[in-house]
């Protein structure tokens, strides 16, 4: 069973991989010559390419961090870190 925060962690992902697969898409289908009369077909193609391949790699990436947010892999104070002051 998988935690909230791994479903969270892998749609950010997800969402900030199709993003990139877009942009990508739009520069290859615009700058190109040969795919400049189609770039609306290419566009959608590889758009849709890459929200197929980066939703398992995001699925992945959720499922590799840690069970728990507070354990210490995660949740360590730095060493080089220090209380603060209190003073006022």
Do not use: D
């Amino acid at each position: 069973m998988t935690s909230l925060a791994r479903v969270q962690i892998a749609l950010l992902f997800y969402s900030c991989f199709c993003v990139v697969s877009f942009t990508v898409a739009v520069y290859a289908a615009t700058l190109f010559p040969p795919m400049v009369p189609n770039a609306g077909l290419w566009i959608a193609a590889l758009t849709a390419a890459g929200m197929f391949l980066g939703a398992p790699v995001a699925w992945l990436i959720g499922k590799a961090l840690p069970r728990e947010w507070h354990s210490p892999l995660v949740a360590r104070q730095s060493p080089l870190a220090h209380e603060p002051a209190r003073e006022i």
